[in-house]
């Protein structure tokens, strides 16, 4: 890249340190001018201007009103997002926004319209397009190694459940962990989901289905292009983190599996061993992190557009609330 890129980052929690780290270790001649965060801490805040963060702040207007900041990265909690985008966007400033945009589809579309009306480039955080296997199993379907497509299935299993005062603020798991396996089938499919069904239970820990969520689920899809589609989402798999996924169609099948921290396997009179997959989301999807705002910046810095625009903001929410009414009523449910 030719030119520096001054960046705000507001949010510096579990997310926003990765992106702080990514961005600091992994791109020269890009610059965190500003980190903003409401409940910053001493040691947070040490943390950041270790690794050249220039300024943190608990105001994050001062980002916002900063005019030397070309783009913020959005890594506070849910429901700010959509009023940070807004803010954004009407100080002239490009955004990459974690998902979700927000958990009310009119929120979405009044921030997407603000966006728009505002000429920012927008790019919503779904970092497993950047995954060096979920890319690569798009690329064998885009080259037509599957035939048309057919069926896809997606496995999603996380090692440990969340917290439940996580879960009380989460949306749910269709809303939080779900929704990006079904940015996924619109990535593996081509192709937008019309219909959903979901089938849903409290199988892992009662205490969150007294918090009004469920921890296990399946949901099946009709899409557009007449291919069928069906994710399994479990909140504790005991063997660590679980991501695999199928595309299967009228020429062949493709498939990808779990990454493990080595591929060392010991063979002995009682069986074969093979390592566990990394342990959660934070170990397996690192390099896909670095990727995803490796390509924010370059979209702004060369003036292209995003890889995940407004309309990749928008579906997978509909798709969620659709998976959302399905449960309720126990039938398939239009995806609008």
Known sequence: MKAKLNLGIIGAGRIGKVHIESITTGFTDVRIKAVADPYLNDETRQWALDRGVEACYKDVDKIIGDDEIDAVLICSSTDTHSRYTMEAARAGKHIFCEKPLDHDLGRIEEALKVVKECGVKFQIGFNRRFDHNFRSLHQAVV???????HMVRISSRDPEPPSLDYVKVSGGLFLDMMIHDFDMVRFLSGSEVEEVFAAGAVLVDPAIGKAGDIDTAIVTMKLANGALAVIDN?????????????????????????????????????GVVGEKPHFFFLERYIDAYRNEIGEFIKAVVEDKPTPLGPEDALMPIRIALAAKRSLETGKPEKVR
Do not use: M
């Open 143 to 149: 080259d037509g190694k599957v035939g048309d497509v």
């Open 234 to 270: 479990s909140r504790k798999a005991v063997y660590g983190y679980d991501q695999r996924a199928e595309v299967f169609g009228s020429g062949g099948a493709a498939s990808v599996g779990n990454d493990s921290p080595s591929t060392l396997s010991v063979s002995g009179s009682n």
